[in-house]
Each structure stands twice: as C-alpha cells, then as structure tokens.
C-alpha cells in the first residue's frame, strides 16, 4: 500500500538553527514528490516538486533533495517566519493526478 | 486576485441539514480537486475532475457529491450531514491531471456539524 510518513511531527527551532525535514514513502511507481507548506487558518502553499533521486531544488533558506526511499527538506539558518506545517505529497506515475500527502510536520522557530 | 476561491469559509450546521461549498478558480486550469484535512491535519482525496469530467472519485459517502457547471468551478454538496464531516475541505486545481504540475490550493472551508 502507497504510504507517505513524514517526520518529526513537530520541530522547535532556534532562530539561526539549521536542521532537517523527513519524508519517506513507498509507492509503486513514483512519478513527483511535491513539498508543501501550509499555515494555520490557510491551504498548502506549493514550493518543489522532485522527480528523480539526486535532484535538489533550493528556495530561499529551503533545500529539498529526492532519493529513492525518502525526502529531505533542509532548512539553513531558519527565522520565525519559517514556522508552519511541512507537507509532503506523492504522485505515482500512475493515476497521477491524485496526491498522496503526509500527515506533516510542524515547524515553530523562535527568535 | 485569488486565484483559487472557496465559499463560505466557515460553515456551521446542524447534523441532517444539507450544505454546500463553492470553489472557482481564475487560473484557466482544466483540473479541479477536493480534498477533506481531518483535526490531525491529514489531506485527503475526495474527487478530482478533468474540464468538467468526474476523474477520482476516492471511496466517499455517496452523501458528497461534486458538480462542475464548468471547467472553472467545482461545487461540493454534502447530503444529510454527520458529526464525522466537521473536517476542513479545500478545493485545489492544476493545469492537467497528467503533468506533474503543482496544485494550487483554496483557503479551506471549515465545516462544523453540531
């Protein structure tokens, strides 16, 4: 069965604090990994998609990079508005317009 | 502009009472979604359609049922509403349903069902 784990489910930073998202999945036939971010009271806001493992996409203070098992999303010298909930979606390289999200982590960064 | 819109944003009923939600987009994209985020913050599929064309339909209550009047509206009726509904629904479209691409996302409708 197709299954996205995202971990920790919370992660309280320092402002400055580098550190790192989880997400690994199993899924027959991954076609994107999508990353996600979503603040309280509004809907996911889109920041990478990766396709293939070794691909890393960069934003700003975020980098995602792809392997074959799980995802990474670094996140280096965060500030407070840096603080949401990290999702991260799959899309199977079948029935491919259907996302398979995480539950998510929830990042608070501190000043 | 708002690219993705949803009405109402918040929606509170009584159990039994039949609801809608309305969602447009202004992106020109030909794929619309709905999804259902429970109080752990999990996101799920409910439907998606393609210009107008029922796609997925996840195993939903057949008390939902989406209609899409046009390509840039998706409206999601729920009949004889449950304590199980109250959830956050957010309606999201992309420009396909093959490419890959990123799905923009509403602000969320909360429903509560009393």
């Known amino acids: 069965e197709d299954q996205v784990t995202q971990s920790p489910e919370a992660l309280r930073l320092q402002e400055g604090e580098s550190s790192s998202l989880n997400c690994s999945y199993t899924v027959s036939g991954l076609r994107g990994l999508f990353w996600y971010r979503q603040d309280p009271g509004k809907g996911p806001e889109f920041l990478f998609t990766?396709?293939?493992a070794g691909e890393e996409k960069e934003k700003e203070r975020l980098k995602a990079t792809l392997t074959k098992k799980e995802s990474f999303l670094h996140i280096t010298a965060p500030k407070p508005e840096d603080s949401a909930t990290y999702l991260c979606a799959v899309q199977r390289s079948y029935n491919t317009d259907k996302l398979i999200f995480g539950t998510g982590t929830r990042l608070q960064v501190f000043p | 502009d708002t690219a993705v819109s949803q009405t109402p944003k918040y929606l509170v009923t009584q159990m039994g009472n039949d609801k809608s939600i309305k969602c447009e987009q202004n992106l020109g994209h030909d794929t619309m979604y709905w999804y259902k985020q429970d109080s752990k913050k999990f996101l799920k599929i409910m439907f998606s359609y393609n210009n107008k064309e029922l796609i997925i339909n996840e195993t939903v209550p057949n008390r939902f049922s989406p209609k899409s009047p046009d390509k840039a509206h998706l409206n999601l009726h729920i009949n004889s509403l449950e304590l199980g509904d109250s959830a956050v629904y957010f309606c999201?479209?992309?420009?396909?349903?093959?490419?890959?691409?990123?799905?923009?996302f509403g602000p969320g409708t909360r429903l509560t069902v009393l």
């Open positions: 999201a479209s992309s420009q396909d349903a093959e490419g890959g691409d990123e799905q923009f």
């Open positions: 990766l396709y293939s």
